[in-house]
Nanobody, 117 residues
Framework: QVQPVESGGGLVQAGGSLRLSCAVS????????MGWYRQAPGKQREYVAR???????NYADSVKGRFTISRDIAKNTVSLQMNSLNTEDTAVYYC???????????WGQGTQVTVAS
């Protein structure tokens, strides 16, 4: 089973930026998609963004225009560039991937993002 590994979380002031990364041990073409979800304290996990195997991207309305998902095929990583952060972006951010071969969805352990006002 693939185990995505997130990195790049931390503490940032409102209006600032952070870049998250998700690394996997297989070629990105092994996956139907790679994406990001987040879970704020006391709330359900919510969708953030996704990049498909063909490179198409999709975003939640709440982050559209502020966040950008991209991939580095050579490094088997997917990144989430987060700009204009606000306190409502505070959450644990999780990377998930879906295997093209099995359809199984795998989740990373998460990385904490805290935006201070």
């Amino acid at each position: 089973q693939v185990q995505p590994v997130e990195s790049g979380g931390g503490l940032v002031q409102a209006g600032g930026s952070l870049r998250l990364s998700c690394a996997v041990s297989e070629s990105l073409f092994s996956f139907n998609f790679m994406g990001w979800y987040r879970q704020a304290p006391g709330k359900q996990r919510e969708y953030v963004a996704r990049i498909l195997s063909d490179g198409m991207t999709n975003y939640a309305d709440s982050v559209k225009g502020r966040f950008t998902i991209s991939r580095d095929i050579a490094k088997n990583t997917v990144s989430l560039q987060m700009n204009s952060l606000n306190t409502e972006d505070t959450a644990v951010y999780y990377c998930n991937v879906q295997s093209r071969r099995t359809g199984q969805i795998s989740w990373g352990q998460g990385t904490q993002v805290t935006v201070a006002s």
